[in-house]
C-alpha cells in the first residue's frame, strides 16, 4: 500500500522558515516525480514544486522560486521541503504527491497523495 506521509508543518512568524518532510513508501518511485502542493481556504490546490527521484530536475512555482527548495533523500526515500523567508500568502495546507509521467506542475499527473500538512504564516 503506498504511503506518503508529510509532517514539518506549523504556525510560523512571517520572515520564518519551516522544513516540510515527506516519508514515502509502498512501492518504487525511482521512476516518478515527488511534487508539492498547496492549498489555501476557498482556493484550488496550487502547484509547488517538484523533483525527480532519479536525476536532478526540479521545478518551482514562480511564487516561490528563491525562497522554497525541494530536495530528496533517497536513503530514506523521503522528499523535504525547505520554506525559507515565508510570507501571510503562503499560508495552505501542502501535500505531498507522486506522479509517473507527465505534466510535474499539474495536479492532475499525480497518482499519490498525502494527507496534508497545515502551515500558517502569521503577519
Known amino acids: 500500500q503506498v504511503q506518503l506521509v508529510e509532517s514539518g508543518g506549523g504556525l510560523v512568524q512571517a520572515g520564518g522558515s519551516l522544513r516540510l518532510s515527506c516519508a514515502a513508501s509502498?512501492?518504487?518511485?525511482?521512476?516518478?516525480?515527488m511534487g508539492w502542493f498547496r492549498q489555501a481556504p476557498g482556493k484550488e490546490r496550487e502547484f509547488v514544486a517538484a523533483i525527480r527521484w532519479s536525476g536532478i530536475s526540479t521545478y518551482y512555482a514562480d511564487s516561490v522560486k528563491g525562497r522554497f527548495t525541494i530536495s530528496k533523500d533517497n536513503a530514506k526515500n523521503t522528499v523535504i521541503l525547505q520554506m525559507n523567508s515565508l510570507k501571510p500568502e503562503d499560508t495552505a495546507v501542502y501535500y505531498c504527491?507522486?506522479?509517473?509521467?507527465?505534466?510535474?506542475?499539474?495536479?492532475?499527473?499525480?497518482?499519490?497523495w498525502g494527507q496534508g500538512t497545515q502551515v500558517t504564516v502569521s503577519s
Open positions: 509502498g512501492r518504487t518511485f525511482s521512476n516518478y516525480a
Open positions: 504527491a507522486a506522479a509517473p509521467f507527465g505534466d510535474w506542475t499539474a495536479k492532475n499527473s499525480y497518482r499519490y
